[in-house]
């Protein structure tokens, strides 16, 4: 493998590393993809419809017996998160690529809605994209099959916002709410985060790579590759060689190409970068700017819980459907605030086959039995996603004393709310509880400790090479054959799932490398 | 990139352009029935241990009744019906620290005679540790014993095939042709 020497290297498979390397792959360039992971069969391998009882500790294992994947940060399988993503797609709008120019906070991406915007719509014809045309200036329509129905519990908290000027729209998913030509449509099992056994939703693996490997297009999957060095050439800032583990035998191995892309989830897209030290980098790869793992953006979520009245003892129904229906965008842009940015809701996006709750109702006996049955078609969840504004407190760097099994150092995350982020944290709560009040509901609890998901940002675009990492087109300042993308790139993080824009993003660096590679420019 | 008209009116166009004539690739609604032939199993429990892991006869017996006041037969079985206490077993097992609070819990039940008193009289002695438990007051001991059975007797009756079937009614986990529409008024 050492010796062939292919158009692009890909490392990691999901996302961005998929949609960057099926593209390619699709335009004749010869593509390499090293996942870290097992090849993982979506149809089978995952306890998809799994039930707790079915299990002595109650809890589903993720994959089923015999079935490997999943099994560390640096090891998912081929497809990486969108196997078990919830598939929630929603286009930036114009606003979050220029918050900085709104309220003077945070950081300007390098490039604006309209430079992204065709990426979008080819993603969302692409791979199939559901929602409804909103029409909002700060969540931008797209190219969408029709919207699934809301459920009963979303209508309720729908008209209860309404009352007092909070608007609730269909979700947005790469779910299919219609077949396609080779993928059926959602059957409502719900359980999207533990698989799709129809790949109704989207995986990187069956939507994008798997397709084009078919369609006979050069590109060549290398699973169970532990990526730990990217090797720079002796007089040039190039990279020469990109150097991996066998997740089984942990031999090492060789793979060089032209150009390299870094898609290998946020973090450990960092991580990889800050261990690939060379006397031109002392402090990583790609990081004259001394930017690399600063500007950690992390999405910071406040779970609320509560029983909407009026379904307290009503009969139960399945309404798991593919989890939340419904979504509560952004909406205090227009509002009267003391902080900068915003926050959106996800809700309802829990299945009922588990209720954990269910040990918080007080009393014992009868009336504990009652109670909880009473309130189990009740229940919803309901979460508060924020941005964070970058500020040096947070960040990721390497913690060399918590070694994994390949002997790599664990990349370590830093967070921390500044006063500002804490007034949105504070309003995240405070509206929350307002709207799911004005919903008739008894709110069962309310978080007061912020916690993160999505992780955002740590190797920014930018169009200063001394304030960021990449340039406009996800490309390294320093190391011209080094892209990266996945949602470290973002220089903000918005309030919006991040999943649908890496792979606008990948459309658009593919299309970039395809005609450098075209060019001969790399 | 598709430029849009933001009136309503073109709204609704574009919808039913996509609905009803599969401009879009991916609207064959022809294909649309075959997620109807997709059927799921709900797979029967896993067999559970008949005898317990952990607990000694006599202790796992009190582990079981105090499980069945907490959560009591009534049209449905109650936690010992539902297998709860190998479940509590099976995680205590694990758990030292719970062994070391199961123990002493044990301990101080066993000094008030708690396995010959009635149902009354059994009640009596944990009402006011639930009552102390759901008031947040969780210093002593025995209300942490009592927290640490209510939380592993309701995490394990409504996880059993019993209560999350039999009990809640739960109906998900099957193929659905289409997400049915609310018709309600809200």
């Known amino acids: 493998m050492a010796d062939k020497i292919y158009d692009v290297v890909v490392i990691g498979s999901g996302a961005g590393g998929g949609t960057l390397a099926a593209q390619l792959a699709q335009g004749g360039a010869d593509v390499l993809v090293l996942e870290g992971g097992p090849k993982i069969d979506t149809r089978t391998d995952f306890n998809t419809h799994g ?112 009352k007092i000027g909070v608007k609730v729209i269909h979700v947005r998913k790469s779910t299919l709410s219609r077949a396609s030509r080779t993928r059926p449509a959602c059957h409502f099992c719900g359980n999207c985060m533990a698989g799709c056994d129809v790949v109704a939703k989207y995986n990187s693996a069956d939507v994008q790579m798997y397709p084009a490997i078919r369609a006979g297009k050069p590109l060549t999957i290398r699973p169970n590759s532990i990526v730990y060095e990217l090797a720079v050439e002796k007089d040039s800032p190039k990279i020469s060689e990109v150097r991996y583990l066998d997740r089984e035998t942990k031999e090492q191995g060789t793979a060089r190409g032209r150009v390299a892309g870094v898609a290998c989830a946020c973090a450990q897209s960092v991580a990889l970068l800050l ?158 509880r307002q709207i799911l009040t004005s919903s008739k509901s008894q709110i069962l609890s309310v978080s007061e400790t912020p916690t993160t998901n999505h992780e955002i940002g740590g190797c920014r675009m930018g169009v200063d090479p001394k304030r960021s990492v990449l340039n406009a087109y996800c490309q390294s300042h320093d190391v011209p054959n080094l892209y990266v993308v996945d949602a470290s790139v973002f220089p903000s993080a918005s309030e919006k799932n991040p999943t649908h824009t890496i792979m606008a993003l990948a459309s658009r660096t593919a299309d970039n490398i395809a005609e450098r590679l075209k060019k001969g420019e790399v | 990139m598709a430029s849009y008209s933001t009136d309503r009116r073109g709204a609704l166009k574009i919808i039913s352009a996509i609905g009803a004539t599969c401009a879009y690739p991916h609207a064959s609604d022809e294909l649309y029935g075959q997620t109807v032939e997709h059927q799921h199993e709900n797979a029967p429990p896993a067999p559970a241990p008949l005898k317990p892991a952990y607990f000694n006869e006599a202790d796992f017996l009190v582990v079981s009744r105090i499980a069945d006041l907490i959560i009591p037969a009534t049209d449905t079985p109650g936690a010992v019906g539902a297998g709860v206490p190998i479940y509590i077993d099976t995680v205590i097992a694990k758990n030292k620290n719970q062994q ?75 193929a659905m042709a289409e997400f049915p529409t609310c018709v309600h008024e809200h």
């Not at chain 1, 709008?93 to 950081?107: I, L, N, P, W």
């Not at chain 1, 419904?326 to 205090?332: K, L």
């Not at chain 2, 059975?149 to 109906?171: I, W």
């Open chain 1, 275 to 432: 261990m690939s030290k060379w006397p031109r980098f002392p402090t990583g790869l790609a990081n004259s700017s001394g930017e690399l793992g600063r500007n950690f953006v992390p999405h910071i979520t406040c779970g609320i819980a509560a029983f909407l009245e009026d379904r307290i003892g009503a009969p139960p129904v399945n309404d798991e459907g593919f989890l939340d229906h419904a979504y509560i965008p952004s909406f205090m842009h227009d509002r009267k605030r003391d902080y900068p940015r915003s926050f959106g809701y996800q809700f309802n996006y829990q299945n009922h086959r588990a209720v954990g709750w269910a040990r918080s109702m007080k009393g014992m006996g009868k009336s504990f039995k009652e109670s909880v049955k009473a309130h189990y078609p009740a229940y919803i969840t309901f979460t508060g996603y924020m941005e964070l504004v970058p500020n040096r407190d947070s960040y990721i760097d390497l913690d060399e004393s918590v070694k994994d099994r390949y002997g790599l150092p664990s990349a370590r995350r830093h967070w921390k709310l500044a006063d500002d982020d804490w007034k949105r944290f504070h309003a995240v709560q405070d509206w929350g």
């Open chain 2, 100 to 174: 070391t609070l199961a123990a002493e819990g044990l301990q101080w039940l066993a000094e008030k005679g708690f396995s010959d008193l009635s149902e009354e009289g059994q009640l009596a002695v944990l009402q006011p540790l639930c009552e102390a438990c759901d008031a947040g007051e969780l210093k002593s001991r025995p209300v942490q014993f009592f927290q640490m059975m209510k939380n592993l007797t309701a995490d394990g009756y409504y996880t059993s095939q019993v209560g999350l079937m039999k009990e809640l009614g739960y109906t998900g986990n099957t």
């Open chain 1, 51 to 162: 039930l707790p009882f079915q299990f002595p500790t109650r809890s589903i294992p993720v994959m089923k017996p015999g079935k490997q994947g999943m099994d560390s940060e640096r090891s998912r399988g081929v497809g990486g998160k969108t196997l078990l993503w919830n598939a929630v797609a929603l286009r930036m709008s114009q606003r979050d690529f220029k918050g900085r120019q709104h309220d003077g906070a945070g950081e300007d991406w390098p490039i604006d809605y309209q430079d992204i915007a065709p990426y979008y719509d080819r993603i969302e014809r692409e791979v199939g994209v559901c929602g409804n045309l909103d029409h909002l200036e700060d969540l931008p329509d797209g190219i969408f099959l029709p919207p699934v129905p809301m459920k009963c519990t979303d209508e309720m908290i729908r008209a209860g916002g309404a």
